[in-house]
Protein backbone atom coordinates (compact mmCIF):
# COMPACT_ATOMS: atom_id res chain seq x y z
CA UNK A 1 0.00 0.00 0.00
CA UNK A 2 1.43 3.46 -1.31
CA UNK A 3 2.46 5.76 1.69
CA UNK A 4 -0.28 9.16 1.88
CA UNK A 5 1.93 12.33 1.29
CA UNK A 6 1.02 15.62 2.73
CA UNK A 7 2.09 19.34 1.80
CA UNK A 8 1.52 20.91 5.19
CA UNK A 9 3.83 24.52 4.62
CA UNK A 10 3.95 26.79 2.15
CA UNK A 11 4.81 30.33 0.72
CA UNK A 12 5.10 32.53 -2.09
CA UNK A 13 6.89 35.78 -3.24
CA UNK A 14 4.59 37.71 -6.10
CA UNK A 15 3.80 41.34 -6.82
CA UNK A 16 0.77 40.93 -4.45
CA UNK A 17 3.31 40.32 -1.18
CA UNK A 18 6.18 38.87 -0.20
CA UNK A 19 4.33 35.99 1.97
CA UNK A 20 0.96 34.19 1.46
CA UNK A 21 -1.31 36.15 4.02
CA UNK A 22 -0.33 38.96 1.76
CA UNK A 23 -1.31 37.46 -1.37
CA UNK A 24 -4.44 36.14 0.50
CA UNK A 25 -5.76 39.66 2.04
CA UNK A 26 -5.11 41.34 -1.84
CA UNK A 27 -7.00 38.52 -3.34
CA UNK A 28 -9.96 39.07 -1.62
CA UNK A 29 -9.95 42.48 -2.30
CA UNK A 30 -10.00 41.81 -5.55
CA UNK A 31 -6.47 43.27 -6.43
CA UNK A 32 -4.38 42.41 -9.17
CA UNK A 33 -0.30 42.79 -9.79
CA UNK A 34 -1.05 43.06 -13.60
CA UNK A 35 -0.40 46.83 -14.73
CA UNK A 36 1.09 48.26 -17.69
CA UNK A 37 4.92 48.21 -17.34
CA UNK A 38 7.85 49.54 -19.82
CA UNK A 39 10.27 46.64 -19.76
CA UNK A 40 11.78 46.76 -22.65
CA UNK A 41 13.92 49.94 -24.02
CA UNK A 42 12.30 51.42 -27.00
CA UNK A 43 9.28 48.97 -27.16
CA UNK A 44 5.70 50.15 -25.99
CA UNK A 45 4.81 49.58 -22.59
CA UNK A 46 2.89 46.60 -22.15
CA UNK A 47 0.44 44.39 -19.66
CA UNK A 48 2.87 42.44 -17.05
CA UNK A 49 2.83 41.48 -13.53
CA UNK A 50 5.54 42.41 -11.77
CA UNK A 51 7.64 42.70 -8.86
CA UNK A 52 9.04 46.18 -7.60
CA UNK A 53 12.51 45.26 -7.87
CA UNK A 54 13.28 47.68 -5.38
CA UNK A 55 11.05 46.30 -2.87
CA UNK A 56 12.29 43.14 -3.49
CA UNK A 57 15.91 44.32 -2.81
CA UNK A 58 15.13 45.93 0.61
CA UNK A 59 12.85 42.88 1.43
CA UNK A 60 16.41 40.54 0.44
CA UNK A 61 18.59 42.80 2.04
CA UNK A 62 16.49 42.18 5.63
CA UNK A 63 16.82 38.59 5.16
CA UNK A 64 20.44 38.18 3.95
CA UNK A 65 23.90 39.49 3.89
CA UNK A 66 24.94 37.93 0.68
CA UNK A 67 24.51 39.58 -2.32
CA UNK A 68 26.36 36.86 -4.82
CA UNK A 69 22.79 36.00 -6.30
CA UNK A 70 20.80 36.84 -9.36
CA UNK A 71 17.11 38.72 -9.07
CA UNK A 72 15.51 35.19 -9.75
CA UNK A 73 17.36 33.94 -7.11
CA UNK A 74 16.76 36.54 -4.44
CA UNK A 75 12.93 35.68 -5.02
CA UNK A 76 13.93 32.15 -4.61
CA UNK A 77 16.03 31.95 -1.42
CA UNK A 78 12.89 34.74 -0.06
CA UNK A 79 10.21 32.47 -0.58
CA UNK A 80 12.25 29.68 0.49
CA UNK A 81 13.87 30.81 3.87
CA UNK A 82 10.46 30.55 6.09
CA UNK A 83 10.33 26.73 5.50
CA UNK A 84 14.17 26.19 5.94
CA UNK A 85 13.57 27.70 9.31
CA UNK A 86 10.51 25.58 10.48
CA UNK A 87 11.30 22.20 8.57
CA UNK A 88 14.79 20.31 9.25
CA UNK A 89 16.77 19.12 6.60
CA UNK A 90 17.98 15.72 6.61
CA UNK A 91 20.11 13.22 4.25
CA UNK A 92 17.05 11.97 2.86
CA UNK A 93 14.77 15.61 1.99
CA UNK A 94 14.59 16.35 -1.93
CA UNK A 95 15.41 19.75 -2.94
CA UNK A 96 12.95 20.17 -6.15
CA UNK A 97 13.36 23.18 -8.34
CA UNK A 98 10.85 24.08 -10.86
CA UNK A 99 11.31 26.93 -13.82
CA UNK A 100 10.61 26.98 -17.38
CA UNK A 101 13.95 29.49 -18.34
CA UNK A 102 15.72 30.51 -14.76
CA UNK A 103 18.19 32.68 -14.88
CA UNK A 104 17.70 33.20 -18.90
CA UNK A 105 18.44 37.03 -18.48
CA UNK A 106 21.94 36.30 -18.08
CA UNK A 107 22.45 35.85 -21.79
CA UNK A 108 21.53 39.39 -22.71
CA UNK A 109 24.71 41.00 -24.44
CA UNK A 110 27.23 37.97 -23.47
CA UNK A 111 29.39 36.20 -26.36
CA UNK A 112 29.56 33.00 -24.48
CA UNK A 113 27.38 31.03 -21.89
CA UNK A 114 27.79 32.37 -18.17
CA UNK A 115 27.84 28.88 -16.10
CA UNK A 116 24.46 30.17 -13.77
CA UNK A 117 22.49 29.96 -17.22
CA UNK A 118 22.78 26.14 -16.44
CA UNK A 119 18.91 24.99 -14.62
CA UNK A 120 21.58 22.33 -12.65
CA UNK A 121 24.08 24.88 -11.47
CA UNK A 122 20.94 27.44 -9.93
CA UNK A 123 19.67 24.40 -8.70
CA UNK A 124 22.59 23.70 -7.07
CA UNK A 125 23.55 27.06 -5.38
CA UNK A 126 20.56 27.21 -3.98
CA UNK A 127 19.92 23.91 -2.43
CA UNK A 128 24.06 24.81 -1.22
CA UNK A 129 23.23 28.13 0.27
CA UNK A 130 20.43 26.34 2.64
CA UNK A 131 22.63 22.70 3.23
CA UNK A 132 21.06 20.55 1.46
CA UNK A 133 22.90 17.30 0.76
CA UNK A 134 21.08 15.25 -1.62
CA UNK A 135 21.29 15.83 -5.24
CA UNK A 136 18.96 18.60 -6.65
CA UNK A 137 16.36 17.40 -8.80
CA UNK A 138 15.15 20.15 -11.50
CA UNK A 139 11.45 19.87 -12.85
CA UNK A 140 11.45 22.04 -16.27
CA UNK A 141 8.67 21.15 -18.80
CA UNK A 142 7.10 24.58 -20.20
CA UNK A 143 3.92 25.79 -18.22
CA UNK A 144 3.08 22.77 -16.48
CA UNK A 145 6.04 22.22 -14.48
CA UNK A 146 5.33 23.66 -11.03
CA UNK A 147 2.28 20.75 -11.01
CA UNK A 148 4.60 18.36 -12.20
CA UNK A 149 7.13 18.69 -9.76
CA UNK A 150 4.43 18.51 -6.95
CA UNK A 151 3.78 15.01 -8.53
CA UNK A 152 7.36 14.34 -9.04
CA UNK A 153 8.05 14.88 -4.83
CA UNK A 154 4.83 12.76 -4.23
CA UNK A 155 6.26 9.76 -6.41
CA UNK A 156 9.64 10.06 -4.97
CA UNK A 157 8.48 10.40 -1.26
CA UNK A 158 6.06 7.08 -2.11
CA UNK A 159 9.14 5.21 -3.71
CA UNK A 160 11.11 5.11 -0.52
CA UNK A 161 14.19 7.12 -2.11
CA UNK A 162 13.33 10.29 -0.03
CA UNK A 163 11.33 11.18 3.55
CA UNK A 164 9.89 14.39 2.75
CA UNK A 165 10.78 17.18 0.05
CA UNK A 166 11.10 21.27 -0.54
CA UNK A 167 9.47 22.25 -3.74
CA UNK A 168 10.59 25.45 -4.95
CA UNK A 169 9.25 27.38 -8.39
CA UNK A 170 10.18 30.17 -9.81
CA UNK A 171 10.39 32.65 -13.08
CA UNK A 172 10.81 35.93 -14.22
CA UNK A 173 9.70 38.26 -16.84
CA UNK A 174 12.80 38.30 -19.13
CA UNK A 175 13.46 39.90 -22.61
CA UNK A 176 14.03 36.46 -24.03
CA UNK A 177 10.18 35.09 -22.96
CA UNK A 178 8.68 38.03 -24.17
CA UNK A 179 9.92 37.73 -27.79
CA UNK A 180 9.10 34.08 -27.43
CA UNK A 181 5.44 34.82 -26.09
CA UNK A 182 5.21 37.36 -29.08
CA UNK A 183 6.49 35.42 -32.01
CA UNK A 184 2.94 33.78 -31.11
CA UNK A 185 1.17 36.72 -30.59
CA UNK A 186 0.05 35.44 -27.80
CA UNK A 187 0.22 38.26 -25.54
CA UNK A 188 -2.56 40.68 -25.02
CA UNK A 189 -3.38 44.09 -25.73
CA UNK A 190 -5.17 44.37 -22.54
CA UNK A 191 -5.28 42.73 -18.84
CA UNK A 192 -6.03 39.09 -19.19
CA UNK A 193 -9.63 37.51 -19.78
CA UNK A 194 -9.31 33.94 -18.86
CA UNK A 195 -12.58 32.27 -20.66
CA UNK A 196 -13.89 35.50 -21.56
CA UNK A 197 -15.20 35.94 -25.17
CA UNK A 198 -13.03 39.09 -25.47
CA UNK A 199 -9.89 37.50 -23.85
CA UNK A 200 -7.09 38.41 -26.50
CA UNK A 201 -4.14 36.97 -25.36
CA UNK A 202 -1.85 36.65 -21.78
CA UNK A 203 -0.13 38.63 -19.62
CA UNK A 204 3.41 37.80 -18.41
CA UNK A 205 3.68 37.47 -14.62
CA UNK A 206 7.05 36.35 -12.16
CA UNK A 207 6.66 34.88 -9.11
CA UNK A 208 8.61 32.07 -6.55
CA UNK A 209 6.33 29.80 -4.44
CA UNK A 210 7.63 26.95 -2.45
CA UNK A 211 5.79 24.49 -0.85
CA UNK A 212 7.16 21.43 1.94
CA UNK A 213 5.92 18.05 1.22
CA UNK A 214 5.70 15.07 3.47
CA UNK A 215 5.45 10.99 4.49
CA UNK A 216 4.42 12.24 7.96
CA UNK A 217 1.20 13.42 9.12
CA UNK A 218 2.34 15.95 12.48
CA UNK A 219 -1.14 16.63 14.40
CA UNK A 220 0.42 19.62 15.47
CA UNK A 221 0.80 20.94 12.00
CA UNK A 222 -1.70 24.55 10.68
CA UNK A 223 -2.92 22.54 7.69
CA UNK A 224 -2.15 19.70 5.90
CA UNK A 225 -2.76 18.21 2.53
CA UNK A 226 -3.02 15.43 1.45
CA UNK A 227 -1.74 14.27 -2.45
CA UNK A 228 -4.28 12.14 -3.47
CA UNK A 229 -3.12 11.66 -6.92
CA UNK A 230 -1.44 12.91 -10.07
CA UNK A 231 -0.91 12.75 -13.63
CA UNK A 232 1.33 14.68 -16.49
CA UNK A 233 0.24 13.30 -20.34
CA UNK A 234 1.52 14.91 -23.29
CA UNK A 235 -1.03 15.26 -26.48
CA UNK A 236 1.70 14.98 -28.86
CA UNK A 237 -0.23 17.66 -30.38
CA UNK A 238 1.45 20.62 -31.96
CA UNK A 239 4.80 22.44 -30.97
CA UNK A 240 2.75 25.29 -29.28
CA UNK A 241 -1.12 25.01 -29.94
CA UNK A 242 -3.05 22.53 -27.38
CA UNK A 243 -5.23 19.59 -28.63
CA UNK A 244 -8.58 20.79 -30.33
CA UNK A 245 -10.22 17.55 -28.73
CA UNK A 246 -7.98 18.46 -24.93
CA UNK A 247 -6.76 14.93 -25.30
CA UNK A 248 -4.01 15.52 -23.28
CA UNK A 249 -5.88 17.61 -20.73
CA UNK A 250 -8.51 14.76 -20.38
CA UNK A 251 -6.21 11.68 -19.86
CA UNK A 252 -4.13 13.84 -17.01
CA UNK A 253 -7.19 14.82 -15.51
CA UNK A 254 -8.70 11.05 -15.78
CA UNK A 255 -5.81 9.26 -14.57
CA UNK A 256 -5.02 11.48 -11.18
CA UNK A 257 -8.91 11.41 -9.91
CA UNK A 258 -8.45 7.56 -11.01
CA UNK A 259 -5.98 6.92 -8.60
CA UNK A 260 -7.34 9.56 -5.89
CA UNK A 261 -10.33 7.47 -5.86
CA UNK A 262 -12.54 10.29 -6.30
CA UNK A 263 -15.47 11.10 -8.60
CA UNK A 264 -16.20 14.16 -10.55
CA UNK A 265 -19.21 15.00 -8.20
CA UNK A 266 -16.60 15.09 -5.17
CA UNK A 267 -14.22 17.63 -6.83
CA UNK A 268 -15.15 20.72 -4.88
CA UNK A 269 -13.16 23.04 -7.13
CA UNK A 270 -11.02 23.82 -10.30
CA UNK A 271 -7.92 26.03 -10.23
CA UNK A 272 -7.33 25.68 -13.54
CA UNK A 273 -4.96 27.40 -16.10
CA UNK A 274 -7.32 29.64 -17.95
CA UNK A 275 -4.19 31.42 -19.47
CA UNK A 276 -7.07 33.80 -21.84
CA UNK A 277 -5.48 32.70 -25.29
CA UNK A 278 -8.33 31.48 -27.81
CA UNK A 279 -7.04 28.12 -27.94
CA UNK A 280 -5.80 27.05 -24.30
CA UNK A 281 -9.46 28.09 -22.94
CA UNK A 282 -11.23 26.19 -25.31
CA UNK A 283 -9.18 23.36 -25.12
CA UNK A 284 -9.69 23.61 -21.20
CA UNK A 285 -13.60 23.66 -21.28
CA UNK A 286 -13.59 20.61 -24.06
CA UNK A 287 -11.83 18.71 -21.40
CA UNK A 288 -13.98 19.72 -18.33
CA UNK A 289 -16.79 18.61 -20.00
CA UNK A 290 -15.71 15.09 -20.97
CA UNK A 291 -15.01 14.94 -17.49
CA UNK A 292 -18.27 15.96 -16.34
CA UNK A 293 -16.25 18.84 -14.14
CA UNK A 294 -18.72 21.30 -16.32
CA UNK A 295 -20.74 22.56 -13.15
CA UNK A 296 -17.47 22.28 -10.84
CA UNK A 297 -16.71 25.86 -9.68
CA UNK A 298 -13.73 27.20 -11.34
CA UNK A 299 -11.38 29.82 -11.47
CA UNK A 300 -8.15 31.23 -13.06
CA UNK A 301 -5.74 33.06 -11.10
CA UNK A 302 -3.91 34.81 -14.37
CA UNK A 303 -5.76 38.07 -13.80
CA UNK A 304 -4.50 38.37 -10.84
CA UNK A 305 -0.41 37.09 -11.35
CA UNK A 306 -0.04 36.95 -15.10
CA UNK A 307 1.21 34.11 -16.45
CA UNK A 308 4.29 33.18 -14.04
CA UNK A 309 5.28 29.98 -16.08
CA UNK A 310 6.97 26.89 -14.11
CA UNK A 311 5.87 29.32 -11.01
CA UNK A 312 2.20 29.67 -12.12
CA UNK A 313 1.21 25.77 -11.25
CA UNK A 314 2.74 25.67 -7.68
CA UNK A 315 1.83 29.34 -6.97
CA UNK A 316 -1.68 28.09 -8.03
CA UNK A 317 -1.73 25.16 -5.70
CA UNK A 318 -1.08 27.55 -2.76
CA UNK A 319 -3.64 29.96 -3.47
CA UNK A 320 -6.32 27.11 -3.91
CA UNK A 321 -5.13 25.14 -0.52
CA UNK A 322 -5.79 28.83 1.33
CA UNK A 323 -9.01 28.91 -0.14
CA UNK A 324 -9.78 25.79 1.24
CA UNK A 325 -8.69 26.85 4.54
CA UNK A 326 -10.33 30.07 4.49
CA UNK A 327 -13.79 28.29 3.07
CA UNK A 328 -13.67 30.75 0.23
CA UNK A 329 -13.86 30.65 -3.77
CA UNK A 330 -11.88 33.44 -5.22
CA UNK A 331 -13.15 34.73 -8.30
CA UNK A 332 -11.58 34.36 -11.89
CA UNK A 333 -11.07 38.04 -12.53
CA UNK A 334 -12.07 40.23 -15.67
CA UNK A 335 -14.44 37.19 -16.72
CA UNK A 336 -17.86 38.72 -17.67
CA UNK A 337 -19.51 36.79 -20.88
CA UNK A 338 -18.61 32.96 -21.63
CA UNK A 339 -16.22 32.86 -24.67
CA UNK A 340 -15.90 28.88 -24.92
CA UNK A 341 -18.04 26.53 -26.70
CA UNK A 342 -18.75 24.43 -23.90
CA UNK A 343 -19.92 25.98 -20.45
CA UNK A 344 -18.16 26.36 -17.17
CA UNK A 345 -19.35 27.27 -13.93
CA UNK A 346 -17.08 30.03 -13.81
CA UNK A 347 -16.31 32.00 -10.26
CA UNK A 348 -17.64 35.45 -10.36
CA UNK A 349 -17.55 37.02 -6.91
CA UNK A 350 -15.93 35.70 -3.25
CA UNK A 351 -18.25 33.32 -2.50
CA UNK A 352 -17.86 30.91 1.04
CA UNK A 353 -18.04 27.24 0.29
CA UNK A 354 -16.48 23.80 2.04
CA UNK A 355 -13.59 23.31 0.02
CA UNK A 356 -12.28 19.42 0.54
CA UNK A 357 -11.10 18.02 -2.77
CA UNK A 358 -9.34 20.00 -5.13
CA UNK A 359 -8.35 19.47 -8.75
CA UNK A 360 -5.56 21.49 -9.94
CA UNK A 361 -4.32 21.97 -13.82
CA UNK A 362 -1.63 22.82 -16.12
CA UNK A 363 -0.77 23.03 -19.97
CA UNK A 364 1.74 24.31 -21.80
CA UNK A 365 3.80 24.21 -24.91
CA UNK A 366 4.71 20.92 -26.50
CA UNK A 367 1.45 19.34 -26.08
CA UNK A 368 2.23 18.91 -21.85
CA UNK A 369 -0.67 18.67 -19.50
CA UNK A 370 -0.66 18.25 -15.76
CA UNK A 371 -2.97 17.44 -12.93
CA UNK A 372 -2.59 16.98 -9.13
CA UNK A 373 -6.17 16.14 -6.65
CA UNK A 374 -5.13 17.67 -2.64
CA UNK A 375 -7.94 16.58 -0.16
CA UNK A 376 -8.06 19.14 2.49
CA UNK A 377 -7.37 16.35 5.94
Avoid at 32 to 50: C, D, M, R, T, W
Avoid at 72 to 84: A, G, N
Avoid at 136 to 164: E, F, H, L, R
Amino acid sequence: MKKDIFITDYNCITPLGFDVSSNWNALLEGKSGVALHQIIENHSPFYASKIDSDELEKEFQNNFNNQNFTRLEKMFLLSLKPLVEKHSISEDTAFILSTTKGNISLLKNQTTLPEDIFLSKTAQKLANFFGFTTKPIVVSNACVSGVMAIAVAKNMIQAGKYKDAFVIAGDEISEFVISGFSSFQAIGTEICKPYDKNRDGINIGEATATVYITSEFNKNEKFSFKILGDSAINDANHISGPSRTGDGLFASIQNAMNEANVSSKQIDFISAHGTATIYNDEMEAIAFNRMNLQNVPLNSMKGYYGHCLGASGLLESIISMESALKNTLIPSKNFEETGTSQPLNIIKENQPAEIKYILKTASGFGGCNAAVVLEKC
